[in-house]
Structures are given as structure tokens and as C-alpha cells.
């Protein structure tokens, strides 16, 4: 499979580091996936994967039958690999918008012990600017080096969730930063890892070599595009709202222009997940560490945006509802941030849920797969497994996470379990002209009363 297979370590088990770990077992390489949690690594170890992620399972079992994927508590374990992926969250600090490097700084310390002088350390995770070159020193002391003795590359990840294993082994595009483009050491480093990747850069997917710096902004700066783009045109929507035009037909018109493109223009309740929210807020504050503050002050407005249409969202509920949701049933489909995920941090459905229900409606909350997390993660919802209890006798109905189940639903069938037939669609995916034939009053952010 592999001119070269290799031995590596993946450290940390969260989303990235069991996909990673995964996928380079699939290429052949002979993988250590090693982390804190003992419940973690017993479940991956057993074939079970502690989240949703479309085909994951299947080639968990695949990689641990063919003796090439363990798993581990032991950091001791990895002192063998000749290449370590950092793979550690980087979640944004309690009551600031800074990233909390806690977990990236742990990996170094944990890992320092066991590296070999001849292994090189590649780091994944979404960090601020300027912090390879810090983990560099910190890895060094750890281990007993100077820093220029540690080799390292930063290759950050550009994964969806849903589209995790096909992002990881047929990227868009590979980056590494270096610390000395171009020198003998920068190009000993670089053939290592094109070792790792050498299936899929066999197939001309494009590799880009760079300093640690350019490396590190290019995720943060990515992100920062997108939920620009989305707010973009959530904030047409409110124009639109305003002046009666219509965002989707907007979307569509502006999106055939090759400058702008189709995508990430859908208009709806606006993005959430682990990335997008923390990565924008965590950029501009590295941006005011640095002094360069205002470079970045748009970011506050893209925040903004994207919050003002969770509240629309309520508002449009409220009108539904007679201006009052005392007494009222509200069905909310979707509790996931996106579909094909169980992923519910920074959920948009979730916080128009709980607003809702704090202002006095009964809410339930119908998901496919992200029930358990939301149940475990905040419980103070109605939760129900099946969509027909989710609707029964709902008030309103709100399309929140754009799973293929609520697009495929026939409004005819479900038009009976509901008290009034009025759905809003949050996600501008469902068919206005099919819902309204069946009887349904149908409402859409962005849009007129069509």
C-alpha cells in the first residue's frame, strides 16, 4: 500500500486525533493512539466510537482487525514511532475569547520523555499564531534538547464533520510549516511526513510548504472566510427581511458570479460547532496580542450576525405563536450543529430551543443521532426519540439542522399530528411549494411570506 509505512503516534482522541489515527492505519502505517481518558481509549479499543461520524465505525473495526491501530493511557507506548501527531483541543477559554492551550502544552510535556532524536513531531490542532515555535521549546525542554534539535512541522486540518475520513486521506490541499523553508533540515522533515501522505499526494493533491507562522493562520484565516461568507449572507437576509426580497433567489443570483461562488451561501440560522465560533473569537484575540486588533474588528460583526439570527429565529416563533409562547407546544427538528453529527457545542438549534422554552413554550427536540449528547450536555429540553411525538400537537414547527430525514419528510403525512399546520424553516432547505400544497402556512429567514 505504502512505499515507505511508518510508525506513529496520535496523541489525543478527541474528533481529529481518532480520525487521524483511523485514516493513517488505512493507508498502513502502524498507529499508537494514546490519550488521558481511560473510558475513551476502552471504547475506540472495542471498536466503539464515543461519537457519530459517517462511516467511522466501520473503519475502526477495518484498521484494528488488521493489528496496525492500538490504543493507549500509556505515553510511554509511542516512544517507538517516528512520527507524533498532535491532535489535542483547543477549545476557547472560560469568560474570554482566547484559545486554551492547556491540552496542546500537556501533549508536549507528556510527549518530551519519549521522543526519539530522530522522530519528528507534526502538530494539527488549531492553535493561535506563533505557538509552534513556543510547543518547539517546550517539547525541547521536556526532553532534555534545545529546541533546534526537535523536529517539527505544523500541518493543521481543514476537517468537516460528517466528511471527516475523506477530508483526512483526499484533502484539498496539504500544508506544512517549517521552521527554515528550504534549508537541508526544513527538507529532511518534509520528506518524513510526505512519507506519511504519500498515498494521497500520489494523486496530485497539492502540497504547500511554508513558515510556522503562514502555516498556523492559514486554518484561523480559512475559518474566518467561511463564517464571514455565512454571516454575509445572513446579513442580506435582514435586508431582505426588511425590504421584502427574497435571500434564497439573492443566493442563487450572486453565487453564479466565479468571484463569489455558490457555496456557504445558504441564509438560515447561521453556523455553531466546535470550530467556526471559538476559531473567529480566538483569531481576533490573538489579534489584539499582537496589536493588530483592528485588522480584525469585522470578526465582532460576523459574531454578531450570526447571533441576531438565532434571535430572529425566536421571533418568528413568537409571531407563530400569537406573540406568546405561554401555553404553546413547539416541535424543534434538529439538536446537532449540522447534520450527519451528533455534535452539539454552539448549536444553533439547541440555543433557539432553550430560548424558547425559557419563555415559557413546551419544546420538543427531535434529532436522529445527537439525542444522547444533548440529553448528557443540556438536559433542561424535552427530548424525544421519535418525530411523531416531537410533533404531536405542536403549536409550531421549527426546521433547525438540515438532516436529510426533515428534507425527505411528506408534509401531507405529518400535517395530522399537529395542532396548526405553520412551519418556519431555519436552513431555507425545505420545498415551500410541497409544504404549502399540503396545507402548511410556510415561513423562511430571508424570505417573504411565500
Known amino acids: 500500500m505504502l512505499s515507505v509505512a511508518r510508525t506513529i503516534s496520535v496523541i489525543g482522541t478527541g474528533y481529529l486525533g481518532a480520525v487521524h489515527a483511523v485514516c493513517m492505519a488505512q493507508l498502513g502505517h502502524t498507529v499508537i493512539a494514546v490519550d488521558v481518558d481511560e473510558d475513551k481509549i476502552a471504547a475506540f479499543a472495542a471498536g466503539r466510537t464515543p461519537f457519530y461520524e459517517p462511516g467511522l465505525d466501520e473503519l475502526l473495526t477495518e484498521t484494528l482487525a488488521t493489528g496496525r491501530l492500538t490504543f493507549t493511557t500509556d505515553p510511554a507506548q509511542v516512544a517507538d514511532a517516528e512520527v507524533h501527531f498532535i491532535c489535542v483541543g483547543t477549545p476557547q477559554a472560560p469568560g474570554e475569547f482566547r484559545a486554551d492551550l492547556t491540552y496542546v502544552y500537556a501533549a508536549a510535556d507528556g510527549l518530551g520523555p519519549y521522543l526519539r ?3 519528528l513531531v507534526v502538530g494539527k490542532s488549531t492553535v493561535p499564531v506563533a505557538t509552534a515555535e513556543r510547543l518547539r521549546r517546550r517539547i525541547a525542554a521536556a526532553a532534555g534538547r534545545e529546541a533546534e534539535q526537535v523536529r517539527l512541522i505544523w500541518n493543521p486540518e481543514f476537517l468537516r464533520e460528517g466528511f471527516g475520513i475523506e477530508d483526512t486521506l483526499t484533502p484539498d490541499r496539504f500544508v506544512y510549516g517549517v521552521a527554515e523553508p528550504g534549508s537541508a533540515e526544513a527538507e529532511a522533515d518534509v520528506a518524513l511526513l510526505d512519507d506519511v501522505y504519500a498515498v494521497p499526494l500520489a494523486s496530485g493533491i497539492p502540497r504547500l510548504v511554508m513558515d510556522y507562522p503562514t502555516s498556523e493562520l492559514v486554518k484561523v484565516a480559512a475559518n474566518a472566510f467561511l463564517a464571514t461568507k ?7 437576509s435582514e435586508v431582505c427581511e426588511t425590504a421584502g426580497g427574497d435571500v434564497v433567489a439573492l443566493a442563487k443570483a450572486i453565487g453564479h458570479d466565479d468571484r463569489i461562488g455558490a457555496k456557504f451561501l445558504g441564509a438560515g440560522v447561521g453556523f455553531g460547532g466546535g470550530c467556526l465560533p ?20 469585522f470578526l465582532r460583526e460576523v459574531d454578531a450576525i450570526n447571533d441576531r439570527r438565532r434571535a430572529r429565529m425566536v421571533d418568528l416563533a413568537r409571531e407563530a405563536c400569537n ?4 401555553g404553546k407546544q413547539v416541535a424543534v427538528l434538529g439538536a446537532a450543529f449540522k447534520p450527519n453529527s451528533d455534535d452539539i457545542r454552539d448549536s444553533p438549534a439547541l440555543d433557539v430551543a432553550e430560548q424558547i422554552h425559557a419563555a415559557g413554550a413546551q419544546v420538543r427536540v427531535h434529532d436522529p443521532r445527537a ?13 424525544r426519540d421519535s418525530l411523531e411525538e416531537a410533533l404531536a400537537g405542536a403549536d409550531v414547527v421549527l426546521h433547525l439542522t438540515e438532516w436529510q430525514d426533515y428534507r425527505d419528510l411528506d408534509p401531507a403525512a405529518v400535517r395530522g399530528a399537529v395542532t396548526n399546520p405553520v412551519v418556519i424553516d431555519g436552513r431555507n432547505k425545505l420545498d415551500p411549494d410541497r409544504w404549502k400544497a399540503a396545507g402548511w402556512t410556510y415561513r423562511a429567514l430571508g424570505r417573504p411570506n411565500l
Do not use: C, W
Open 117 to 119: 532524536e530522530d522522530a
Open 323 to 326: 406573540g406568546s409562547f405561554i
Open 371 to 383: 439525542l444522547p449528547v444533548a440529553r448528557a450536555h443540556r438536559p433542561g429540553l424535552d427530548y
Open 278 to 297: 471559538k476559531d473567529i473569537r480566538a483569531f481576533m484575540a490573538r489579534a489584539g496580542e499582537l496589536g493588530a486588533d483592528q485588522a480584525l474588528t
Open 230 to 236: 455565512i454571516s454575509f449572507i445572513n446579513a442580506m
